[in-house]
């Protein structure tokens, strides 16, 4: 069992009032993390600790923040079997946690790399004698709420290109995954960063709401990322913007994949697996729509369905697939999934469930009257839509009030450039699939599916302040 205190001014401790709460394993229901329940008064502590820290850490010169950055990159490496050994909050697979500290570790070495990067320029004034720039500089304190589903991964995306960018950071660690996100903290606080530039706080479940209101509400605050489900997402996009708040959201998908008539077909199963089931479809990027044209949908159907029965869920080292993150949410997916085999959709594979093991589940013949067709099931589901001729797939993609991740599977790859334009989504992906992550690209979505971007360079204007400054040389006229 893991014990799991709060990171406040680069002291482990326990809550102010000594509250905890636990996490148990979704297959067994055992204890698996017992952890500090924050209150108002910790969540104050760590946004106060992490403005003490900020005018030392912003006035820190990029070189140095690059090598203490890389130094966190290895730290996390180098406790990778630790990471691993939490995948027992969530019930994932350690490969799937050991692939999280990979990317997560390389999206530290980018923003490692971008401390160079953050520039201004020289403006050209119309004042006799005046030099105008715009700089670009450390907010402050900003903000980070980062999910369980990808929970290294996720977590340090909101925290490295803050930090390379000068400010100083208050985690708010997922309640499904507190053990991870709390490591994370100590890494980056073993890495050298200074005490106060990384505070790592969790609450218990039912503190949730009033813990982030009062981070968001606190002014030495001065930006705010989140990353989760669109529901909680229009709550902290209306928080932030009480308050004045910037904010990045990242929230819900429901992916679709375009499988055009002149596919691959075998390419486009293999990612259309991939995409829809790893880690159980728990990923805001999973394919839960497979379009495909009519013409070649039965084969597609075929090939699919005989792929998705190989792939069984079950304990981390016995099933390739792991647990859903607890038995409800099996419970609401079913719901889903019941609601469209009574309106006429078609069971291909799966939909066997065992509290949190629920196997891969693929439909068809999905229509607009079932739930499943615009709701994000956020499990092993994919539905197959078709339609004839690529503006009938184009429009199917496009009905859909989420705009995150798309993938168009093609043998010509400038008709699926034209269509990948036209997709409303902020990542598409040509014969790829819609799940795939690098640390130094734009990340991010449209629709309800949030706005801003993570990812290097796409990040400077987010968690910095643009300024504009001048020098006057010489005397100036003025009217009065």
């Known amino acids: 069992m893991f014990e799991v ?5 680069g002291i482990a401790r326990p809550a102010s009032n000594g509250a905890v709460f636990e996490r148990h394993s979704p297959f067994s229901g055992e204890v698996v993390s017992r952890v500090a329940a924050a209150t108002l ?21 990029p070189a140095e923040r690059r090598s203490r950055l890389l130094e966190a990159a290895r730290l996390m490496e180098a406790r990778s079997d630790r990471f691993m050994a939490m995948a027992a909050e969530t019930g994932a697979t350690a490969g799937w946690y050991g692939f999280n500290v990979k990317l997560a570790a390389n999206m ?40 369980w589903n990808a929970p290294i991964i996720l977590a340090t995306r909101a925290l490295a290109m803050p930090l390379a960018c ?10 499904n995954s507190p053990a991870v996100h709390a490591l994370i903290g100590e890494v980056l606080q073993a890495s050298g960063l200074g005490d106060g530039v990384i505070n790592v706080i969790s609450n218990a479940p039912d503190d949730a709401a009033a813990i982030v209101e009062r981070l968001i509400a606190n002014p030495m605050v001065r930006r705010v990322n989140f990353t989760g489900s669109t529901h909680v997402g229009r709550i902290i996009g209306q928080l932030a913007a009480r308050h004045l708040k910037p904010a990045i959201l990242e929230l819900g998908g429901k992916a679709p994949l375009l499988v055009l008539d002149d596919a691959d077909l075998d390419q486009a199963v ?17 394919t839960e729509r497979l379009i495909v044209d009519e013409r070649i949908a039965d084969d597609f159907a075929a090939r699919l369905a005989r792929k998705v029965s190989t792939l069984r869920a079950g304990l981390p ?24 085999l009574d309106k006429g959709a078609v069971l291909l594979a799966g939909g066997e469930i065992d509290g949190s093991v629920m196997q891969p589940v693929l439909l068809d013949r999905v229509t ?24 009938a797939l184009l429009n199917l993609a496009n009905d859909s009030e989420f705009g995150l991740s798309a993938a168009i599977f ?31 690209m734009p990340f991010g979505g449209v629709k309800s599916s949030g706005y801003g971007s993570f990812g290097s360079s796409a990040s400077i204007d987010h968690f910095t302040q643009l300024r504009w400054v001048t020098v006057q040389n010489g005397s100036r006229h003025y009217p009065i």
Request: aromatic residues 4%; negative net charge.
């Open 317 to 340: 080292g016995e099933a390739v697939l792991g647990s859903l993150i607890d038995a409800r949410a099996g419970e609401r997916i079913m719901g889903l999934v019941q609601d469209a």
């Open 368 to 391: 607009p009257e079932m739930r499943l067709y615009r709701e994000e099931s956020f499990g092993p589901v994919a539905v197959l839509l078709r339609g004839e001729g690529d503006e």
């Open 270 to 286: 293999a990612a259309s697996a991939f995409g829809a089931y790893f880690n159980q479809g728990q990923i805001c990027m999973s």
């Open 166 to 175: 000068g400010n100083t950071v208050v985690l708010k660690a997922s309640e």
């Open 410 to 440: 093609s043998r010509d790859v400038s008709r699926a450039l034209a269509l990948a334009q036209r997709v409303e989504s902020g990542i598409c992906h040509i014969n790829g699939p819609t799940v795939h992550d690098e640390a130094p």
């Open 5 to 9: 205190p709060l990171l406040i001014g």
């Open 108 to 147: 530290l070495r980018d923003a490692a790399g971008m401390t160079t990067q953050i520039k201004g320029e020289v403006i050209p004034s119309d004042v006799p004698g005046s030099f105008a720039m715009a700089l670009r500089q450390p907010c402050g304190v900003v903000l980070g709420i980062a999910p």
């Open 41 to 61: 008064e910790d969540a104050d502590a760590a946004v106060a600790a992490a403005q003490r820290a900020f005018p030392a850490w912003a006035a820190l010169g």
